[in-house]
Nanobody, 120 residues
């Protein structure tokens, strides 16, 4: 069992930055890949970024070069640094723990979500 608490969302103007954080707990958390998934109003859930146990990262094309995911395995935390934010980045962002499969990141556990709002 993995418990995730995400935080750091808020309101920012386009071009600004936010940093999301996720605190993970549980006896097996260190063996899980971590990631962020977002859901914009009226849209399907969308993968954003993932980081493997070994530290390999992947970002969806729309955030490549703007977002950076990192993890601190000693503290069981994962962060998402979001720069050059755009209005289309507005969404609820969810931290997730899961597996990296050939088909992509598969979340097994979810945080409660944190709202990110980017105004134009």
């Amino acid at each position: 069992q993995v418990h995730l608490v995400d935080s750091g969302g808020g309101w920012v103007q386009a071009g600004g930055s936010l940093r999301l954080s996720c605190a993970a707990s549980g006896p097996t958390v260190r063996w899980y890949a971590m990631g962020w998934v977002r859901r914009a109003p009226g849209k399907e859930r969308e993968f954003v970024s993932s980081i493997s146990v070994a530290g390999s990262t992947y970002h969806t094309d729309s955030v490549q070069g703007r977002f950076t995911i990192s993890r601190d395995s000693t503290k069981n935390t994962v962060s998402l640094q979001m720069n050059s934010l755009k209005p289309e980045d507005t969404a609820v962002y969810y931290c997730a723990a899961g597996q990296i499969l050939p088909t992509g990141f598969r979340p097994d556990y979810w945080g409660q979500g944190t709202q990110v709002t980017v105004s134009s």
